[in-house]
């Protein structure tokens, strides 16, 4: 028998388990102390929940979020789980109901603060409350090197001694290896299985472009996902207000958040996100911390963010119930310069660090590599030499110049011509054959590379003195920044290899091509060749209503694969209904019925079974 499996189906409605999800399980169930990294939608909660539900007593959880702790806690109610969190903003009544069930050995999972769960009377009262396993989530949170630390992380080092006979399992999304170093020891976790999973997101579909036109960029990506959630990101908080402004007037549900918003109006235009009473939150990067919605399904950068960090960060909220959803980046040189200002003006930004951090982010955007290979090999990951099927490069969005050969050779023909003496402004001017004073004082009217590439603007020339810098074939030298060559470059100085050259112009967003199959390799691939969109539309109003008579998030009810593999199956009984992925047993008893009419109904609408 296979008692994980079981829960899964029974109160989930999974058929298989995610990569790595298992091996964690088992870790709890072996009482091993385990550190478990995961990507953002790698189904992390699930490694403790199941667990907890297949052993005697109650998990403890430590979670750094009041939102969060609610969200999950009412997942799991809503699935038939007994689970409570403790949190500061529980009245009297609450509490003692929540103790109540403690005592009575009834709960299955407990969420805490990590400020109470170091109160040495609480630790002390958990000790007699029959405790299965200690789980910190938001792990990195206990490291100075990971991006959200918190100092009360660092006090949960008493847990290990506190519970010896208990083991304790950690959880996080951030993979960098001092992170998890800093997680083990600061924890103390004893001789802990570490598991780390690939951080690759197949479903996410990343493209980069040239920000020509922001307003119609953005609202071209809009339109191929009406009704779908989505998250804008600009650089400044007026860029945010006058992006949002302007969406609105052209009728899209489009609310803002930054920093210079107060408190509440903040937590309600995310209440509104999550909700789905808003399509688009248009943010700062202050918004994303605490956001717990499955199925956003598109990410877009009005500007270039300043690390990759920040990017594959903001990116990863796209489509964490991992059903495909498009990450498009729209970049100008002057967001590099901007950022570059920006840290230069503020030391906190961490000088050196944070240039190269940017510079590596300016290389990500101008390359024209596969950009889920560059990601993942960003963060140290080894990838497959494959085509990824989801990117801009790899679906041959991009395309280079036909003569990209003969543009880079004349380009490396005036580096060479310039010897060293000059970067890429003053030889873009040479190439395009410039009357400038000082190109002619200094009779560089005469090189023979002079104006070799006058049939071109100055901007494109000099674009492209860039992406030949970024594809490694030329290199900025010295404090003036001064070009050279690279061996890469004389081989293709030799005709031997060919540069991949884009005009400043790229092409349209091609986001409506049709949808790829929901990206996840094993299981779960919905077949959408029977998918009804209008029926999904019809579920998700179902669902936004159900949502709000009981007081929860959408997603609580069901998430978008559910939703999505109903409108694929369209189920009629509540024996189909019990197949569909993410229904399990309890769902299907408390809102099976409604689905199945609203299904019913629609199907006999559209005349056919
Ligand atoms: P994380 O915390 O790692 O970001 P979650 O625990 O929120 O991920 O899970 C992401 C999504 O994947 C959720 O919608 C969850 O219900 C779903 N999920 C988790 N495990 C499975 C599974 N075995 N099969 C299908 N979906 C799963
Ligand atoms: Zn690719």
Known sequence: ???????????????????????????????????????????????????????????????????????????????????????STMNARERTAVHQAIQERSLKLLYVSPERMVQPAFIEYLKKAGVSFLVVDEAHCISHWGHDFRPEYRLLKQLREAFPGISMHAFTATATGHV????????????????????????????????????????????????ESGIIYCIRRDDVDGLCAKLTQAGYKALPYHAGMDEADRKKNQEAFTNETTDIVVATVAFGMGIDKSNVRYVIHGAMPKSVEHYQQETGRAGRDRLEADCILLYSYADFQLWRSIIEKNESEGGDVALNKLEDMARYCDQLSCRHKSLVEYFGEPFPERSCGACDVCLGDIDSRADAQQIGRSILAAVLDLDHMAGPSYTTLVLTGSREERILSKKHNHLPSYGLLDAHDARSVRDWVEQLVRQGYLEKLGEYNVLGLTSKGLSLNRGEETPLLTDRESPRARVSEPRRKAASKKGQ?????????????????????????????????????????????????????????????????????????????????AGSP
């Open 1 to 87: 028998m296979d008692l994980l499996g079981d829960i899964l189906k029974q109160y989930w409605g999974y058929d298989r388990f995610l990569p790595l999800q298992r091996e964690a399980m088992q870790c709890a169930l072996d009482r091993h102390d385990s550190l478990v990294v995961l990507p953002t939608g790698g189904g992390k909660s699930l490694c403790f929940q199941a667990p907890a539900l297949a052993m005697d007593g109650m998990a403890v959880v430590v979670s750094p979020l009041l939102s969060l702790m609610k969200d999950q806690v009412d997942a799991l109610r809503t699935n038939g789980i007994s689970a409570a969190k403790i949190d």
């Open 180 to 227: 998890r170093a800093d997680i083990v020891q600061e924890l103390g976790l004893r001789d802990a299985s570490v598991l780390i999973g690939s951080f690759d997101r197949p479903n996410l579909r990343y493209r980069v472009q040239k920000r020509t036109d922001l307003f119609r960029q953005v609202r071209e990506i809009i339109d191929a996902h009406p009704g």
């Open 525 to 605: 691939s919905v077949d959408l060749s029977t998918f009804d969109p209008a029926l999904f539309q019809v579920l998700r109003q179902v669902r936004r209503e159900k949502a709000a008579e009981l007081g929860v998030p959408p997603f609580v009810i069901f998430g978008d694969v559910a939703l999505r593999d109903m409108s694929c199956r369209k189920p009629l009984d509540r024996a189909a209904l019990l197949d569909v992925q993410g229904v399990g047993q309890k769902k299907c008893d408390a809102f099976g019925d409604e689905f199945l009419e609203a299904i019913q109904l629609h199907c006999e609408g």
